[in-house]
């Protein structure tokens, strides 16, 4: 994601064998009539609250309790690509590889071995800028979780041996995200849309960093961005918040908080975005993937409610979703050549046009119905203090002008004459998200870690709720217009991209000439 979709544009590494599963289960439309109202209302007001405990040395301990029989503990950490220069980019990437490959006190695989014992999940990632590590374990076994994930922080080996061996292992990956033609695109977005600024790094870095990065490069990456106050140690499931901070204290203590030099402390670099394209034509690849943007709001700004409603009235489509003109078999009236035979009877077949199976969006309907792509999906990729607001489509090379136009026609619709109906559609997709963000431990502890680092506190879905049910017809028309209307747009092509258009002409098609 994320960024991601969102999230955004984040790399991510986790032993096979422990890649924990996403629902990806919608619940049932939370506004159907008096009884679903009142019991969506009872659920947002009798979600567990978050509490959160600061220890002495800034580290940030929150957590939410309910009665289950497993947990899910994790440190998120403000650390990622964007802290990252030239030179170093990767080293954060890397240094998550390593982190399961031993500490000083279980070297090895001893580490890996010892989550294993206790029938655990151990996961992690790395975005632009946060990075995770999270346990999914018995409840029971929570003490012990803090303690694995204490020294898996504070005393990452970073062993000569298993360094060489992992740098081969992270080539190969790149070489294997390279063929992923989605994640090229966007990385290629980020490159262009933040140019000379640190969001255009990869999260995984390039090959050529991959191959001269160095043991010491690694501790002085771990060294600045490893501190108490970067992190938070986040929890969800069935764990006291006392014992959680006792054993917080007991393990995280000794976590540090100081920078040795003045002006070590790292801050976040600014950057700025550059309306600006980049093309990679090949012409050997079937299908062309293209992704255009504008300028985002961050991650605090609340705009961005409003331009995720925006996006869920877009929605989004595959062809693996179905949908097409639906022919009805009606009751024998009107011209006779109008019919056809079914057995003993004489039938007519109605081809009902605008309403189209499976499509709810004006776009998905338009892309079905007269074949414009393989998928599309509209992203809002948020980071502090700016975004990328966007689509992203995959076509046929033929397709890609009707495609791009029917697109930005659907955004210029937006800023001019979104409907109340469509909001209020868009909204209850957006509430029935939010509520399943209660499905499992390891979202509501990611959910936690993530609101501690990006608003400094844990938004509840009560407040999610109020904003939303706050958007009308009017606002979504007067933000889209915002950040859409006359806008220079970030445009990144990959594959057989001959009939896009000149970036000029595209970016004549982000405005109307209206009287």
């Not at 002495?56 to 650390?79: D, K, M, W």
């Not at 590889?97 to 999940?121: I, Q």
């Not at 640190?198 to 600045?224: P, Q």
């Not at 062809?319 to 109008?338: M, S, Y």
């Amino acid at each position: 994601g994320g960024g991601g979709g969102g999230g955004g544009g984040g790399g991510c590494h986790c032993h096979p064998v422990r890649r924990l599963p996403r629902s990806r289960c919608l619940l049932s439309a939370p506004v159907l009539g008096k009884r679903g109202a009142a019991s969506y209302a009872h659920t947002l007001q009798n979600i567990p609250e978050t509490q959160v405990t600061t220890l002495e040395n800034g580290l940030r301990v929150a957590s939410e309790e309910s009665h289950q029989p497993t947990c899910t503990v994790g440190v998120f950490i403000e650390a990622g690509s964007r802290y990252e220069d030239a030179k170093t980019n990767g080293a954060g990437f890397f240094v998550e590889h390593m982190a399961f490959k031993g500490t000083k006190k279980r070297p090895g695989s001893a580490f890996e071995k010892e989550v294993e014992s206790l029938g655990a999940h151990l996961n992690g990632y790395t975005s632009r800028e946060q990075t995770a590590f999270y346990i999914k374990a018995f409840s029971k076994d929570m003490p012990k979780v803090v303690e694995l994930l204490s020294d898996l922080v504070q005393n990452c080996a970073l062993e000569d041996s298993q360094i060489e061996k992992e740098r081969g292992i992270i080539l190969q990956e790149l070489k294997e995200t390279d063929s992923n033609l989605t994640d090229v695109t966007f990385d290629y977005l980020h490159a262009t849309a933040y140019q000379g600024t640190a969001l255009a790094h990869t999260v995984e870095g390039t090959t050529e960093n991959i191959k001269k990065l160095t043991r010491a490069d690694l501790a002085s990456y771990v060294d600045i961005h490893f501190k108490a106050p970067r992190m938070v140690l986040a929890a969800a499931g069935g764990i006291s918040h006392r014992e959680l901070v006792d054993a917080a204290k007991q393990h995280f203590t000794g976590a540090s908080f100081e920078y040795k030099a003045k002006g070590s402390v790292p801050d976040l670099p600014r950057c700025r975005f550059t309306g600006s394209e980049i093309r990679a034509r090949d012409d050997a690849l079937p299908l062309a993937h293209i992704a255009l943007a504008v300028e985002g709001p961050g991650w605090a700004d609340p705009d961005n409610v409003v331009l995720n409603v925006a996006n869920a009235i877009i929605g989004r489509y595959d062809r693996t979703f179905g949908g097409g003109k639906v022919r009805v078999l009606g009751v024998q009236q009107g011209e006779p050549e109008a019919f056809s035979s079914v057995g003993k009877l004489k039938v007519k077949w109605l081809t009902v046009s605008p309403y189209l199976q499976n499509q709810s969006s004006r776009l998905a309907a338009l892309a079905a119905e007269h074949k414009l792509c393989h998928s599309f999906e509209p992203f809002n990729t948020s980071y502090s203090d700016t975004g990328l607001f966007g689509f992203h489509f995959v076509s046929d090379p033929l397709s890609i002008d009707d495609m791009m136009f029917c697109a930005q026609g659907e955004w210029m619709r937006l800023c001019t004459s979104a409907t109340e109906s469509e909001v209020t559609r868009a909204k209850n997709y957006l509430r029935n998200a939010m509520v399943a963000q209660l499905d499992g431990t390891t979202r509501v502890c990611e959910n936690i870690g993530s609101h501690l680092l990006h608003y400094g506190r844990r938004i509840p879905l009560e407040e999610w709720d109020a904003r939303i049910s706050a958007v009308d017809a009017k606002m979504v028309r007067d933000v889209c217009s915002k950040y859409i209307y006359d806008k220079c747009p970030a445009i990144a092509a990959v594959g057989p991209i001959e009939q896009l258009l000149d970036y000029n002409r595209i970016r004549s098609s982000m405005y109307w000439i209206r009287l």
